[in-house]
């Protein structure tokens, strides 16, 4: 089993993992419950890191997974995405996650911001039957700091 912290989850851990990917080599999310205060990178190239390993198979179909996000390229516009099949492939893998890491860990799955669609049904749990509860859609949020024109243009 690929695992890079080296130490197995203790009775009462409870670490949640997030299947996402985002640029820069990182497709999973993990935050031990009590210990970390966020996320924090979970997997990437390097390895699965985390209190609850996962079979080296699941790690390289996860790998394989985000491949396709990097080779889409979303923010270039180059590459056509067929999103609803790379979400589809990727709750099939959260599930895998979720089978392998058991009931002490909660396992969710995140559409990544590069999907123009991103915000409806954005976030799903993994439950230990391997059902999939979609949580509600919410308004995207900014910072009041953060100033709305409707010129978006940066000309002067």
Known sequence: ???????????????????????????????????????????????????????DA????????????????????????????????????ARRVKAEVGPTAKVFYAKPIEDPGFLHQRLREILDDGSVVVFPDEPMTISPDWPMTDDASDAD
């Open 1 to 55: 089993m690929r695992n890079d912290d080296n130490h197995e989850p203790d009775d009462g851990i409870t670490a949640s993992y997030m299947i996402s990917p985002d640029y820069c080599d990182a497709f999973a999310w993990r935050r031990v419950e009590g210990v970390d205060s966020r996320y924090t990178l979970g997997a990437d190239s390097g390895g699965w890191s985390g209190p609850h390993p996962i079979s």
């Open 58 to 93: 699941l790690f390289q179909d996860l790998h394989e997974w985000y491949g396709r996000f990097c080779r889409a390229d979303p923010w270039s516009g180059k590459h056509e995405m067929d999103w609803e099949a790379f979400h589809r492939d990727g709750v099939e893998l």
